[in-house]
Every structure is written in C-alpha cells, then in structure tokens.
C-alpha cells in the first residue's frame, strides 16, 4: 500500500541527494498554467509543496495528503510556517476533502509514468490491487472540478544500482518482477550498517490501460500535449 515509515527519517537526504530536482519539478507545474487552488496526492515530506509555496506564496489554497504519517511529520513541521497550506493523513483510495480543486498532481507519489526512450510508456502506482487503482483515481476525480487538471509525474526506468550520497552514506535500490508489476527495495547504508530498509510493491499499467483508467473518470488525455518534461497531463471533463 505505499507505507513509507521505515524510509521518513532518511527521506529528504536521499531525495535531496540528487534522486528528484524539486525545482525543475515545480517550475514545470506552474508552466502547465494557473490554479488557485491545488492539491498533491503523496506529498511525503512536503519538499514540493515548500519549494511551491516559497516562490508562490500568494496562492489562495494548498493541500497535501499522505498515507504515512512519519512523513506527514515533517511536512507539518516544515509546511507551519505557510498558513495557506494544510495536510491530512488520507489514503487515496479512500480520502474525501468536501473540495474541489483546479489542480491535483502526483510527483513520485501515488501514481506516475515512465518514460523510456522509444518504449511505449507505462504507469507505474503505489497501489497493488487493481480495485484500489480504480477506487483511487475515482476519488481523485471527485476532487477536481471540471475544467480542471491533473498532472502526473514522468520518471525515468528504474534500475539496481547503489551510489554514495550525503554523510557518506551509500543509497542502493534493487527491482525484481512481480505479477502484474515489481517489487522494488530501497537501502540506506553507513559503512556495514544498514540504517534504512524499505520494500514497495508496484502495479503497472501499460499506457492504453492507464489512459483508460483515467478517461472512464473523465481525464482526458492529450497526446499531442499532454507529455511535458516532467508530467503527464489531463484535463477534467
Ligand atoms: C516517493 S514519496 C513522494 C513524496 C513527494 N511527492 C516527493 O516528491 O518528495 C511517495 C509518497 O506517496 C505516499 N503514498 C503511497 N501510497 C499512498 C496512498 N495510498 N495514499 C496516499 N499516499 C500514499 C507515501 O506515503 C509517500 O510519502
């Protein structure tokens, strides 16, 4: 299910270790055009969020959710200065806000596509079973009103590999097929130590399958202009 506890303490070091660039990630979200208000599924430790709303600030309504709460944690503690801003512990297959948003995206989070050369894409997701995806993705929909969009964030192939970051610690990832996905263990390491360990469970879908997922919950996809550098776009019908 995406429970991301036993890496939260060790999250921002790897991930600000060059893993994502939450710059390029946000100046490509507000590039895709304006929102008043705008909610990110999986906000983990609120990195998007502050770099949002530290060069946005004046925007009216920022929402985060997050199933794990170690996460949430230190998103709160980070995001407190922002009044603008709140977070919620919700699972995505099940949240409801009582609110309508002009913008909704996942970056890394519960939902995301890979891109791979020439390959066809594929959405990849944090949700194993497929009644979750589609519990998941209707929910999302109820929170984006029409007109509306929702961004979902492009990475590159995941591969094993493992490589030295900050404190010297060494950063190692390793994938290994499962039914209708993969299995994908992460690893913090000091020297003989293993400070983090930590196994998700993905589903994916071929992109036909992914398109009509969210089409059948009235996201459009463009294909013409629909792939930006980092996310996937669809609009509300
Ligand atoms: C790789 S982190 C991405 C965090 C953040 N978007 C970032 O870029 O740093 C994935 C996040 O998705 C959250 N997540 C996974 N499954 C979820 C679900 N079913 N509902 C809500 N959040 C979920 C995890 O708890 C985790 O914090």
Redesign the pocket.
């Known amino acids: ?5 036993n ?2 303490a060790y ?2 070091l790897i ?1 600000t270790s060059g893993y ?1 660039d ?1 710059q390029k ?1 946000v100046d490509n979200i507000v590039h895709h055009g304006e929102f008043d208000n705008v909610l ?9 969020l502050q770099e949002l709303v530290t060069r946005h600030p004046a925007i009216p309504k920022v929402t ?5 709460s170690a ?2 944690n230190i998103a709160s503690e980070r995001l407190n200065p922002y009044p603008n801003v709140s977070l919620q512990r ?4 099940q ?1 409801d806000l009582q609110s309508t948003y002009d913008l909704a995206f ?5 939902w995301y596509f890979v891109v791979d050369g020439d390959n066809e894409p594929f959405m990849v997701s ?2 194993s079973a497929h009644e ?1 995806n589609c519990r ?1 993705i209707e929910r999302v929909a109820g929170h984006v009103h029409s007109g509306g969009r929702l961004l979902l ?1 492009i990475q590159g192939p995941h591969h094993d590999y493992q490589r030295p970051i900050k404190n010297g610690y060494v950063y190692s990832q390793k994938i290994e097929p499962a039914d209708h996905g993969f299995t994908k263990h992460y690893y913090l390491t000091d020297h003989d130590e293993t400070l983090m360990a930590q196994t ?1 469970r993905y589903r994916v879908y071929p992109l036909d399958e992914a398109l009509a997922l969210l089409a059948d919950n009235g996201f459009q996809f463009d294909r013409q202009t629909g792939i930006g550098s980092h996310f996937f776009e669809f609009h509300k019908t």
């Open positions: 299910m995406g429970d991301y506890t890496m939260s999250y921002d991930m994502y939450y990630i990110e599924l999986g906000c983990g430790t609120g990195l998007i985060g959710i997050d199933l794990t996460m949430l919700q699972n995505v297959t949240f996942s970056y890394g989070g519960v944090h949700l979750d998941g964030g998700i």
